[in-house]
């Protein structure tokens, strides 16, 4: 495939809106699988702007998709996370692109509808046109017009705006893997809201990994302390950056074990997303190339 082809053009775009709309890496990478074979088959001649073409065909792969994969999520084991993705420092530099990515704001888009997320993401995000949205999802400008107005409500009820200083939530994430490889219980609960909430995502494969969500600043300290010290030093945390923010690595014996994504307001920890489960961590080594 040539450099200059659209389809590779446009893939940090098309993998990105994937990725958004189904809360998975490699379920992104399936569709834009998808969406380059009928783009190789397609009479090029016939399209007049190959990037609005392009996010068409891989809206509506995505979209089947999520119908697949709709029983997956309702047999899994435990609390459903979306998958973690390792990611550069320009994600974090584009404020509204890293909030859009955040493993928070992905949790709160798997309680749209399919159509609802489609509209969401290419209208909040990436300001496509409410006609082009239209033609996409196969729905009039003013169906379109209504369901952004009302995903964009329930979004904004569950997941309120916050201002996010970078420094800040760094110097937080640092303050919060010192207390965490000491085991120090005074130095989680500076950083930890009273009432921080905890998710951990284990898909019954992974020990140690909570089934239900921890709620209070006291009940997670002690959860962590014991985990770490249950552990005998063989687990340690480290920074890194997932999903376009700083987050914490956990490596049992040098091997990845889990991370966490962590929601900071006014330099305390307000929610903690872990994920645990192996088959999800495959791409916080690798990482993935998201933009705009």
Not at 81 to 86: A, C, D, K, Q, T
Not at 109 to 131: H, I, K, N, Q, S
């Amino acid at each position: 495939m040539a450099d200059d082809d659209p389809f590779v053009v446009h893939r940090r775009l098309l993998f990105t809106i994937a990725y958004e709309m189904l809360g998975s890496a490699g379920d992104a990478e399936d569709v834009l699988q998808e969406s380059w074979l009928r783009w190789a088959a397609s009479d090029r001649s016939e399209v007049r702007e190959p990037r609005a073409y392009l996010v068409r065909v891989v809206t509506r792969q995505a979209l089947n998709h999520l119908r697949t994969v709709a029983r997956r999520r309702e047999e899994y084991v435990g609390e459903w996370l979306p998958e973690p993705v390792l990611t550069g420092p320009d994600v974090a530099d584009d404020v509204e692109l890293a909030e859009s990515v955040s493993i928070a704001m992905l949790t709160v888009l798997e309680t749209l509808g399919p159509f609802e997320r489609a509209v969401f993401v290419l209208r909040e995000v990436f300001d496509v046109p409410y006609a082009e949205i239209a033609e996409t999802v196969g729905k009039s400008p003013t169906a379109v017009r209504q369901i952004a107005h009302r995903a964009k409500g329930h979004v904004a009820a569950r997941r309120p705006r916050v201002h996010v200083v970078r420094s800040e939530h760094e110097e937080v994430v640092a303050r919060l893997v010192s207390a965490l490889n000491s085991g120090d219980v005074d130095g989680l609960l500076s950083v930890l809201a009273p009432d921080v909430v905890s998710v951990a995502d284990g898909g019954g494969k992974a020990r140690g990994a909570a089934r239900r969500p921890i709620v209070g600043a006291q009940r997670l300290a002690r959860y962590l302390v014991g985990g770490m010290a249950k552990a005998g030093g063989s687990l340690v945390a480290a920074p890194t950056r997932v999903n376009g923010r700083a987050g914490i690595r956990m490596e049992l014996d040098g091997r990845l074990v889990g991370v966490a994504s962590l929601v900071v307001v006014g330099r305390r920890v307000t929610e903690v997303y872990t994920t645990a489960n192996p088959d999800k961590l495959g791409w916080l080594d690798t990482g993935v190339d998201l933009g705009r």
